[in-house]
């Protein structure tokens, strides 16, 4: 039988990167029946809410989408339709592999990296809890609770067990956020001590940034609250050849939603050189979420070999293909 999956172009880059990776699973041949649900910042603003319903609707009866970048408006405008998907679904765990690419130049080629990002995704500085308590002083709250953080903590290291991952490292600011961050740590070591053949280390979130920067290898899980996952995601995308190649998944207990770590590029928008890496790479962790794990290999494969061809890679890795021609060489490496 068929899987139903919500499709969910965006906008800018969106449409590109989503075509050219339907077009990749069709390839491999998994049954795939999608429902296509547009998205983008025009369709909102016309609809005045951030998530309209038939977004919401098609990814409750499915259980599983595919979403490319929507647009959000900054310093104004409508709430961003990513938080609100996550939140209105309750998609608590973003989790967002990072590895080294076959023969892809980057600062960090002479290293191995592969380490994979937990980050809650519901709360912290994205509740969107925002005020202006007088004429130019505004508030934004941090919230932290104890359900969300054990709820990451304990997908971080279930995960990290069944992936026989080694060690898990906690990111933090509670040297100076005790309360709230402190909370968030006090859960990751609760959850750490049901795991004792995972090891476990914290690091302050400034440390994490410079110790990932000088010594990525060194890193193998990590978990973070939301503001510091988000950014800490991007840093490691850059290490391994930037946001065209991060793949990334919003994990529910009812429903998933893979999409790339990037947005939605308006500076090369409908220019056909968008790199569709990281949403390919998306769809690999979707088909491995369905049970199609052979196919997922294989999508996995093809793509490392279009990377060791070298000469089809993108503007943004330092090549001068297309969308079309990565996608096609994806294609024919599945066929041979
Ligand atoms: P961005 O990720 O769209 O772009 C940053 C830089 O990376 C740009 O130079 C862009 O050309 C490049 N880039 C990103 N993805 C690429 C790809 N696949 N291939 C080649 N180059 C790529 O980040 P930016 O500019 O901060 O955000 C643009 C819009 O996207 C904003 O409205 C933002 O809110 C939205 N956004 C949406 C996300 C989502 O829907 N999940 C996630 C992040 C941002």
Redesign the pocket.
């Known amino acids: 039988m068929a899987h139903k999956i919500t499709l969910i172009p ?1 906008d ?2 969106g449409p590109e ?1 989503a075509d050219a990776t339907v077009e990749v699973l069709g390839t491999l041949g998994v049954p795939i029946e999608w429902e296509r649900v547009e998205l983008s910042a025009a369709i909102i603003e016309k609809a005045g809410v951030s998530l309209p319903p038939h977004v919401l609707e098609s990814v409750e009866r499915t259980g599983v989408a595919l ?8 310093a104004g405008g409508f709430k ?3 938080v609100a998907i996550r939140k209105q679904l309750d998609l608590f765990a973003n989790v967002r592999p990072v590895f080294t690419l076959p023969g892809l130049k980057t600062r960090f080629q002479d290293v191995n990296i592969d380490m994979v990002i937990f980050r809650e995704n519901t709360e912290d500085l994205y509740s969107g809890l925002e005020h202006e308590v007088i004429k130019d002083v505004v508030e934004s709250l941090k919230i932290i609770t104890r359900y969300a953080s054990m709820r990451i903590a304990n997908y971080a290291f279930a995960y990290s067990k069944k992936n026989s991952r080694k060690k898990i490292t906690a990111v933090h600011k509670a040297n100076i956020m005790k309360l709230s961050d402190g909370l968030f740590i006090r859960c990751c070591r609760e959850v750490a001590a049901n795991y004792p053949e995972i090891a476990y280390n914290e690091l302050i979130v400034d440390n994490a940034s410079m110790q990932l920067v000088m010594r990525p290898e060194t890193f193998d899980v990590l978990l973070l609250p939301n503001l510091y996952g988000d950014i800490v995601s991007d840093l490691a995308a850059g290490l391994v050849g ?3 190649v991060v793949p990334g998944a919003n994990m529910g207990e009812k429903c998933a939603v893979f ?10 928008a409908g220019q056909g ?6 949403l390919m790479s998306s769809s690999i962790l979707m088909l491995r979420h369905l049970g199609e794990g052979v196919a997922a290999d294989r999508l996995q494969q093809a793509i490392m070999a279009a990377f060791r061809q070298g000469d089809v890679l ?3 890795l330092g090549g001068s293909a297309t969308t079309r021609q990565f996608t096609d060489a994806v294609k024919r490496h599945i066929e041979a």
């Open positions: 965006g800018g880059i990167v979403k490319g970048p929507v647009t959000t408006p900054i961003s339709v990513n930037g946001l065209g999409e790339a770590v990037h947005g939605s590029a308006p500076d090369i050189v968008a790199n569709p890496t990281a993108t503007r943004d």
